[in-house]
């Protein structure tokens, strides 16, 4: 989660709204938290890990493709 928030702080200073919306934004703070609440009700807490970490690895890789393609252009 930590990563998450670090990744859209860092690409702020470059495009204020480049993460706002698409596949980059699947691992929002709401649906992470959505996320935990319900699949913990089901008890499942290490699904919950498990699908959480999933998410916020593939975020991160996906900003960091797109940062570096955002970059190499300008």
């Given amino acids: 989660s930590i990563i998450i928030s670090y990744t859209r702080s860092q690409a702020r200073n470059i495009s204020p709204n480049i993460f706002d919306s698409g596949i980059l934004s699947i691992a929002s703070r709401d649906v ?35 940062m570096n393609s955002i970059l190499s252009k300008g």
């Fill in 32 to 66: 992470r938290l959505f996320l935990i609440m319900v699949i913990c009700l089901l008890g499942q807490s290490f699904a919950t890990l498990v699908i959480i970490a999933c998410l916020t690895n593939i975020v991160v890789v996906l900003r960091m493709v797109r």
